[in-house]
């Protein structure tokens, strides 16, 4: 297992087997989310007094919010698209080297809930890894409303995840940082579970992150461009 160092992202590399394909490595952008204990409900926002609905915390631009399953959201933030429409679509994100290299970056749009990793030679750019916050503020990320064509969003447990999509290719637990490995910790619901969903012919994969039975986060990797820009591009030590 190779590992990356730890900074805003980490990735997680390791083998796994997609659909039947002989063993390969997957690259999961990871921003950890904090595990609420209160139940939510879905986020569709309430009438103030005398008002219209309030929208969704995070809208983002167009008030798109639905993703779809290992693309992200059509015309907003989507795997493949380049930088520059990124930053014309959001203008105030914070933009920063990933791992000190030039051809990986990292990009966070707080108020939206989004962040992404964009990598390619720096004036060809495009979006590898994309990831929606749905519960939750991680290191200034904030909740963005978002849910999935066939309905997960905040709110959502695990059996939904498992009603909507089935059994995942792959599941992976989140070690704590500084913390011995332990033979039971997939079942350990306070831990982070990352459920992984692979498309046709496993190109790209989407994962949810889930703490508590509850889902919080949904990322999607496009696998190829990772490898090729964030594992063997990184600079040797």
């Not at 695990?158 to 332990?182: F, I, K, M, S």
Request: charged share 20%.
């Amino acid at each position: 297992m190779r590992r990356i160092p730890r900074s805003l992202y980490e990735y997680w590399a390791g083998p796994g087997r997609i659909l039947g394909q002989a063993p390969r490595v997957a690259f999961l952008l990871l921003i950890l989310l904090p595990g609420a204990a209160a139940p939510a409900a879905p986020a569709t926002g309430e009438p103030p007094a005398g008002g219209a609905p309030a929208p969704p915390a995070g809208n983002v631009a167009g008030g798109a919010k639905t993703i779809e399953l290992h693309a992200g959201i059509p015309g907003v933030a989507y795997i493949g698209q380049p930088l520059a429409d990124v930053l014309k679509k959001f203008p105030d994100a914070e933009v920063a080297p990933f791992a000190g290299q030039e051809d990986a970056t990292t990009v966070k749009v707080p108020a939206a809930g989004i962040s992404c990793i964009v990598v390619g030679a720096p004036d060809h750019m495009k979006v590898a890894s994309v990831g929606f916050n749905l519960e939750g503020t991680y290191e200034g990320i904030g909740e963005g409303g978002f849910r999935t064509r066939e309905g997960i969003g905040k709110g959502s447990t695990v059996n939904d995840l498992l009603g909507a999509y089935g059994p995942p290719a792959e599941q992976v637990t989140e070690r704590p940082r500084g913390t011995a490995p332990r033979a039971d910790a997939k079942n350990d619901p306070s831990l982070p579970q990352k459920y992984q969903y692979a498309s046709d012919g496993g190109a790209v994969r989407t994962y949810f992150s889930v703490e508590n039975y509850r889902v919080t986060r949904i990322v999607i990797n496009d696998l190829a461009p990772l490898e090729q820009h964030i594992v063997k591009g990184r600079p040797k030590k």
